[in-house]
């Protein structure tokens, strides 16, 4: 019974893995009726390439802006919301909608906030006597600037998960806190809500960086790695190695390095975050 969706699981997910670790051993171009075996010259090169070395570190600042901001301010509104009285489910059906819509379409609408001239953050910002920038084009602004759109992204998700667990906490825990003397809302945050949250926590902070790893649509809408691969990440650069560039076998490796790189750092992430984890 189980045996359509082995054959659908091997076809889909477990071949393809299989051939893109085949196809980094080769000088493959997309197209080409030949390949030669090349060994691990295609890992070198990764190695090597400084452009692949920027791209990594974009990430890696992307992912470190990402990531905690997602997490605070989720839980911020989560708990505004889960503290108010009036228009919960407007609130988070509010919040929610930016993970829900298309990426692509959200970032040409991001690229009209952000116009250096007409944009409203500009605006703004102007309105109130500050300095309005080149958000896109500039290389010291453009990564903060996709950081800032990926916390908008991903905050609905944060904040549904952080809602959840919130109603999951019992108030008899709340109720022993105060006796104890924890009478204080930051008390109680500290000793009571963090620590029961632990589990949405830890699976909130996994799937966010996965996220923001993967990071592309963003990228190739609005700055396509610019100016000057400021703003180039991991998956755009495995995107034009393979299908601009056509070098296939090298892209294929950039693609094996990544998922070392994502599973790596999940395996670190979940292991050294369980240690602190309270499960009820």
């Not at 919040?95 to 116009?115: D, K, N, V």
């Not at 632990?198 to 963003?218: E, K, N, Q, Y």
């Not at 790189?261 to 395996?267: E, G, M, P, Q």
């Amino acid at each position: 019974m189980a045996g359509p969706s082995v054959f659908f699981l091997l076809m889909l997910y477990c071949l393809p893995v299989i051939g893109v670790f085949v196809i980094a051993f080769t000088d493959w171009q997309f197209g080409m009726a030949t390949l030669s075996f090349v060994g691990l010259d295609n890992f070198r090169e990764v190695i090597a390439d400084e452009d692949f070395r920027s791209s990594l570190r974009n990430t890696a600042i992307y992912l470190l802006v990402v990531v905690p901001g997602t997490v605070s301010v989720g839980l911020f509104i989560a708990l505004l919301i889960e503290g108010g009285k009036s228009c919960r489910s407007f609130y988070r059906a509010i919040h929610f909608l930016p993970f829900m819509a298309t990426m692509s379409a959200m970032a040409i609408a991001w690229e009209a906030l952000l116009h250096p001239t007409i944009g409203l953050v500009n605006q703004t910002l102007s309105a109130i006597g500050m300095p309005a920038a080149n958000w896109l084009r500039d290389e010291h602004t453009v990564l903060l600037a996709l950081a800032a759109i990926g916390i908008w992204q991903n905050l609905g998700f944060a904040m549904v998960l952080f809602l959840a667990g919130l109603k999951s906490i019992p108030k008899d825990i709340y109720d022993a806190a105060d006796v104890d003397g924890a009478d204080l809302w930051l008390d109680r945050l500290r000793t009571v809500t963090l620590p029961m949250l632990g589990p949405v926590s830890m699976f909130v902070v996994i799937v966010v960086a996965l996220r923001a790893f993967a990071s592309f649509d963003t990228v190739k809408v609005l700055t396509q790695g610019g100016p000057g691969h400021a703003s180039e990440m991991l998956l755009y650069t495995l995107y034009r190695e393979s299908f601009e560039y056509l070098r296939t076998g090298y892209g294929a490796a950039i693609a094996v390095v990544f998922l070392a790189i994502v599973v790596t750092l999940t395996l670190v992430q979940a292991h050294l975050m369980d240690r602190k984890v309270h499960y009820q």
